[in-house]
Structures are given as C-alpha cells and as structure tokens.
C-alpha cells in the first residue's frame, strides 16, 4: 500500500492517503475527471507519467502532536555544480542577448550521498520536520515508483479550490528576507519586476485564450522560509472544468520560461539533469479538502542512500551569474535545512 502524506499552507492537520495502485493519465486534460492525488512532472510529453493516487483511504493527523529530532548526516557534490551552472548559464545569456527568447529557468541539482537510507519512520519524521519549519508552504512526501521518494515544500500555487472559486498565482523574482525587508513591490528591481510581469502576463493571456476574465490582484511579497517572491493572484469564477485549465497554464513562465516552447528547447541543450517531477505539479484534487495543486519547487527525491536537490532561478538579459547562482543555493537551504 502507498501511502502519500500532504499538509496544505497555515494548517496542522496532516493528510494521509493510502493508495494500492497510480493511474497513469494520458494527458493533462485528464484531471479532475476523478479524485485522487495527482504526482505530475516537468514534462508531461516525456518519460515520466502523470500519475494519479486513488485513494482507499485518507485519514487525518495533527503535526503539532509529533517530535520530529530527526539530523541527517550527509556529503554533496557542491564543489563540482558551479563549473556546470556557469557554462549552462552563458549558453542561455547567449539566445537571451540574440533574442531568441524572453527569460529562461535555468536549473541545477545538488546532490547528496546520506550517511544511511530513511526508513518509513524517518521519512514521516522527515516529511513532519518540513511541515513545522515551513508552516506556510505546502508539503507533501510523494513514493511515485519503487525506490523513489519525494519530499516537497513549495509556496507556489499553480491551481486551487477557494472560497470564490478558483485561484492561481504569478510567483517570480527572490530576495532573502533580510534584503526585502521594508521594501515594497515598486521598489524591487527592474529586472526582478520584469521577471515577474512576464510570468503575471502569460497567465492572464492564457486564461483569456480560454474565455476566462480572472480577478487580478495588485503586486504583492510571497514570504516562502528565508525568501521572499513577488507575487499577483488570479482568481477564476466557477463552474470550471479542472484539466483544461491546468493544460492551459503548466508550464508556466516561472518554471520553464517564455515563450515557453522556445526555451523548453533550449533548456533541453543546456540543462544535463533530468526534471523528472521537479518543476511538475502536484496535489489532491476533489478530496475532502478540495483542489490544492501546487508546482513542484523547494523539493528532493531520495532513493536508497542517495538524495537530489533541485533548484533554479529566471534568466534575463540582464541577469548576473553570481547571482542567480546565490539565488538557487538560498532555493537549497529549504531541503538542506529540514535535513539538519
């Protein structure tokens, strides 16, 4: 039996959905014909299936009854990842600066050799550590296939159930608290609120090309750990069917870039690591708690003894190497940290 563990934002209740078997989904359009967690990755073209968890059971525990003591020891290969994000980052400032493209998001991995493999009991014990450190993320521990697990703690929505009816948000740019603090959204960067317009403009234009006129929120801060987003919010009228609005909007301008099928293209020459599901989504859909579908950030998989981090960061321009590189090392610190 599979047993998939979640905890959405700003709430103590832990959800666990045992499953004996995933649904492969043909496509995108697929979801929300029935309930069940969906586990969907980057590409959902490629090797990787969307994979629904039907549930047998789902039953409901609160985090804050746990002690989680958990330290995890553990070596990196941080000392090799910089050569390999350099070369990959000039390759992509090159089609920026031809204008082959707008922004592209360039990600890397770190990887991890653990001091010993997590038994169930340590992964729940993990999975609680990241829900009590990230109280306003959504968290989940994702088994996909035999011998793979997923540890997630992201702040970024890509479609959820609201009281309104729905809402999905425009999530980009990253500072570190303590260089946000008193700044107010006008006030970031040129090139942090570029970033962040072609990503809210995409997604306005997408739901227009489906015939949806969203409520648009004014410019805000998305506090997610020790960073901070910018971030519009989009909320969509019901009724509305669940997998063309996900077909429209995944991937969008923050994970992938834009336009989207250019640097898809480009990321496929330059990235040397497989997404597998980072970048995808994931999330209950149509179960007690509603529709909560969030993109796929802030995460690791652990196989055995061995762990993959994954980060990235939106490339302009503009953008500097040095500081997109401290950009995802901040991203890494939310998994290194529940490790420690």
């Not at 997590?118 to 989940?140: K, N």
């Not at 809402?167 to 608290?177: C, D, K, N, R």
């Not at 970033?195 to 410019?219: C, D, K, M, N, T």
Request: negative net charge; proline residues 6%; hydrophobic residues 40%.
């Amino acid at each position: 039996m599979n047993h998939i563990l979640y905890r959405l934002p700003d709430d103590n209740m832990a959800h666990d959905v045992s499953c004996r078997q995933a649904v492969v989904l043909s496509d995108l359009s697929e979801i929300g014909r029935r309930a069940g967690y969906v586990f969907a990755p980057f590409d959902t073209k490629g090797i990787h299936p969307i994979l629904l968890f039907p549930p047998e059971t789902e039953d409901t525990w609160s985090v804050a009854d746990v002690h989680a003591d958990l330290h995890i020891a553990y070596t990196d290969n941080a000392d090799e990842s910089f050569a390999a994000y350099r070369k990959a980052f000039d390759e992509c400032m090159q089609r920026l600066q031809q204008g082959h493209v707008h922004k592209i998001v360039l990600s890397r991995t770190l990887r991890l050799q653990l001091s010993a493999a997590l038994s169930p009991s340590a992964l729940r014990e993990l999975f609680v550590t990241a829900c009590q450190q990230y109280p306003h993320s959504f968290v989940a521990l994702v088994h996909p296939s035999k011998g793979s697990v997923w540890l997630i703690a992201t702040p970024e929505v890509l479609l959820e159930s609201v009281s309104e009816g729905l809402h999905t948000m425009a999530l980009a740019a990253t500072m570190s608290i303590e260089e946000a603090r008193g700044l107010k959204p006008e006030e970031w960067s040129d090139k942090d609120r570029e970033e962040q317009h072609i990503v809210s403009e995409y997604i306005r234009h997408r739901l227009q090309s489906i015939g949806i006129q969203p409520s648009v929120s004014a410019l805000q801060t998305l506090t997610a750990g020790q960073i901070v987003h910018l971030c519009t919010h989009f909320t969509l009228p019901l009724p509305l069917h669940i997998g063309p609005l996900v077909q429209a909007l995944h991937p969008t301008p923050a994970v992938c870039g834009h336009p989207s099928e250019q640097a898809a293209s480009i990321l496929a020459t330059v990235e040397h690591h497989d997404r597998a599901y980072y970048a995808g989504f994931s999330g209950p859909v149509g179960l007690d708690c509603g529709t909560h579908l969030y993109v796929t950030l802030r995460c690791m998989e652990m196989w055995g003894t061995s762990a993959c981090l994954y980060a990235g960061g939106g490339l302009l321009p503009a953008s500097i190497c040095a500081k997109e590189w401290t950009e995802t090392l901040r991203k890494l610190k939310t998994m290194l940290h529940v490790l420690q």
